[in-house]
Structures are given as C-alpha cells and as structure tokens.
C-alpha cells in the first residue's frame, strides 16, 4: 500500500489503492448478490399442482414433472375424473388442501376451465395455463372457443358415446391433439383417453381466479384443438405473462417439457 519516496518518506501507492479499492467494490457487489439470491429462494414457490385436461390424464405430466423435481419442486398431479365440472375442481382442490405452503397450479386444455374455478383457493400464488382455456366469470369454455374457432371444431373427429362422454377419435387424434409426437406415442395417448362429460365444456365459472391472481401462458403455435388465436386473445385479456412455443401442437407440455417447466419455475418467484 506504501512505498518509499527519494525524501525517504512513506507514501500511498495509488495503484495498489486502486486495485484495493475495486477488490472491495466487488466483494461487496458479490455479497449483495448472494443475499438477492438468498432473498429469491426464500420468495420461491417450491410446491407445484398439475392439472391435465381433456381426452387425457396424468402421465403426459412427467416430462415436465421430472425437470421440476430435479430443479427442487414438490410438485403434485391432479387425476380428475372428468365425469363432471364439479367432480373436477373438488378433486384438484383436495390436492390443494395437501400441499404444505403456497403452490403455483398448472393447468393444460381443459384444464385451464378447472384451475380459474378452483384456483381462488388461498394456498394458489399463481396459475400457469398450458395451451389451456382461461374463461371469466359467467362464461364457459364452449362458448369462447366460438369467438376463434378450432380446426378440431370444424372436423367431426370429437365422438359421443350413448351415456354423454366426449372422446377424440383414435384415428384422427394424433392429427388434432398431438401433431409434434410420434406417431406411436399418439396412438398410445389416444388408446388411454379420458372421455370427458359432454356438460363439462359449458360448466359456467362462477369467479375467475386470473382476476385477482398472477398468470401465465403458453401458446402453442401451431395446434389445431384450440385456436391459437383464443389462447393469445386470454392471455392479453388477463395481462397474463405469455410465452409462445412455434410449431407446438396442443400437446406441447408434452412435446415441450423444458419450455413449459421453465414457465412454471418463472412463476414461482413471482412472490
């Protein structure tokens, strides 16, 4: 720090007090972004509810589980019956009811109608809509899917059975729902469905959980079971925090697990 003149006497080496001084500057800068870090994992959201939708059930989940769990998450996933609206916010709000902390819910297709009813539920911090429906208050997902009509709409590939349960023909649906797999895995998919009560798509929400709650969106570009344009339309409607997956069909949280985790891990800091 100090050198000695011609005089003999000591005086400070700017240099050396430079380099001191820029040594301290950034210990500081490193001490407070440890602390930023400390303060944001303290902020995160670490439990994780996934609701799936439509002509589906869980297992199309374990991509994106398999990432949050390595990354830390408690993440949990929502088997709905799909034999009524009703029956299917109580079974995701009985795995709200076991989560042990806030938790951000997570919701594909279908879904999406479920998570807007249930999500008013005080452990939700937030809610992440997959290529989901996002109705308000008084609407159903029926109804708002006339506003951008769907390729799968327009095409007869959705079925009755006798009792009232709709369900995506086996030969068309690696076409309409799953475009982006393989073929073999579609035909799997399809073999396993869910039939959903046809009432289901006209259940009417009573209080929309966007409304007061943080949400985000993954728009799947190029899927033909919702209209691309409808998911944009609900994510600016909400002011949702939108991300869009081009050349995903509807099954991206399938196809696309890493894009559609890292939504999910975004929304969780959002505290």
């Known amino acids: 720090m100090f050198t000695i003149n011609h005089k003999g ?18 210990a500081l800068l490193l001490l407070s972004y440890c602390a930023l870090l400390a303060q944001d994992e303290l902020r995160r959201v670490r ?42 916010v109580a079974a995701t709000k009985r795995i709200l009811a076991l989560q042990d902390g806030p938790c951000i819910l997570v919701a594909h297709s279908y879904g999406g109608a479920v998570i807007t009813e249930a999500g008013t539920d005080p452990s939700v911090a937030g809610l992440v809509y997959i290529a989901a429906h996002m ?44 475009a982006d797999l393989s073929a073999e895995q579609a035909a799997f998919m ?19 959980a966007w409304r007061s709650k943080p949400s985000w969106m993954v728009v799947a570009g190029s899927e033909r079971t919702i209209n691309p344009d409808l998911e944009r339309w609900y994510a600016a409607r909400a002011n949702s925090h939108k991300v869009e997956v081009s050349g995903a069909s509807h099954s991206v949280y399938v196809s696309h697990p890493k894009e ?7 929304a969780s800091h959002t505290r």
């Open 260 to 266: 559609v985790a890292a939504l999910i891990e975004e």
């Open 9 to 26: 006497r000591k005086v400070i080496n700017m240099a050396t007090l430079k380099r001191g001084i820029r040594l301290i500057c950034i």
């Open 135 to 178: 109705p308000d208050a008084g609407e159903n997902e029926a109804d708002d899917g006339k506003r951008f009509p769907s390729d799968l709409s327009k095409s007869n590939a959705i079925k009755k059975t006798a009792d009232g349960f709709t369900y995506l023909d086996p030969a068309q649906f690696h076409e309409y729902f799953a």
């Open 47 to 88: 439990n994780v509810v996934l609701v799936h939708g439509a002509w589906a059930d869980g297992s199309g989940w374990k991509g994106v589980y398999d990432i949050l769990v390595k990354d830390g998450y408690h993440v949990t996933i929502v088997q709905e019956p799909e034999t009524s609206f009703q029956e299917d």
């Open 190 to 208: 399809a073999r396993s469905q869910v039939l959903n009560k046809a009432e289901n798509f006209k259940a009417v929400i009573t209080t929309a």
